[in-house]
């Protein structure tokens, strides 16, 4: 697989594989043989780069991918977060955000553990913590990667103009938002920021969390433990409204001998050298079938007429519940 630059000097294969939904987010956990597994499969299909955070069950996805990668650990770049307020000691979760210094140098400590490193590769604020100055944290983070426990920082759904002052401290390598065919939002301003300030883009949910499969419809039921339960873009009127954008895809990828997934991704990868979506999975086959994405050439024309006809389809829903959206900066 091709590989991409993240800001200052961080190389990663183009498609990285988000590791959530084997821990939590989408119901029970997987199996963790399956998975490790998986994920052992996924480098030796040139993924090089692996996201995951210690809110992920708590701590069970940053033990998984630990166990996972410890064998070629010098090969792989491993992105992780910090940001809630998470007890370190029992994983109990707490109310809200959590970015104070002493919590930060806490939560790298659990991290560097349970991921059995040294060093964290790409650390990146889960959240923006409304009660601690971002100049703050990357003062932390900064004196981190100088005691060599870090080596690049990232933000988390921040907005523009925390990006901008963090970076004035500390070099920002990365920027995690969601961004797809789903959710087009960051075109309007977080973008050209990246580009203004060399920063790289890696969008989580890339294929609008299983949406643009073409796989799920109104009449899909999901775990009771499923966060798309409370979303309101999955609501059944809202996915009933929303099947227009999946028909547009799936029209376009018969014509491309293609799938709607590996479509939506390499939509992403076209859009900038310098974005690496994340897409994840528990399934081998849709291991193989996101990571086709990489392979998929799209022509500037074909480009325009998906452009030209998305913009005609209106989206139905917010993608984040009310609660959640307040704990973004965008």
Known sequence: MQTRTLGNRLDVSALGLGCMSMSSGYGPAADRQEMITLIRHAHERGVSFFDTAEAYGPFHNEELLGEALAPIRDQVVIATKFGFDIDPHTGARGDGTNSRPDHIRSAVEGSLRRLRIERIDLLFQHRVDPQVPIEDVAGVVGELIAEGKVAHFGLSEAGVATIRRAHAVLPVTAVQSEYSLFWREPEVE????????????????????????????????????????????????ARRANMALVGLLQAIATRKNTTPAQLALAWLLARKPWIVPIPGTTKPHRLQENLGAADLALSADELQEIDHEIAAIPLHGDRLPEAALKMTGL
């Open 190 to 237: 977080l973008l050209p920021v990246l580009e203004e300030l060399g920063i790289g883009f890696v969008p989580f949910s890339p294929l609008g969390a299983g949406f643009l499969t073409g796989k799920i419809d109104e009449h899909t039921r999901f775990d009771a433990s499923d966060f798309r339960n409370v979303v309101p873009r999955f609501t059944p009127e």
